[in-house]
């Protein structure tokens, strides 16, 4: 599923878990390199409120609000949490999980 990323992104240097959703779903919701480079600082637990870049990034495309409920509800069941750190320290999911439950989750809510 990752490896779908488009090769319009190859001047972003190893992408954070909030960019590789944007990229996957980048042709759909028409985000650009631009607006995927802002995503530069939300991996790694850096996303506003200590989310999950995965989970920022996925919200971050979906506007409507009830959707981005059942969304984040929907990633907290699997992960254990919507915090980076506590779903490292809980350690159910890999970051890659992430990543795959964000892409996911984005198609199922989009």
Known sequence: MISNIGASFS????P????????????EFDVSPIEVAAFA???????????????????????DEKKRILLTQEFETAAKSIRCKEIRKIGVYSCDDCIAKGIELVGKYK
Do not use: E, F, H, T
Request: overall charge positive.
């Open 41 to 63: 600082k939300c991996g790694k637990g850096k996303a506003p409120g200590g989310l999950c870049g995965a989970l920022y990034g996925a919200k971050n495309l979906i506007r």
């Open 11 to 14: 001047k972003v240097v190893d």
């Open 16 to 27: 954070n878990c909030s960019q590789k959703v944007l990229m996957y779903w980048s042709k």
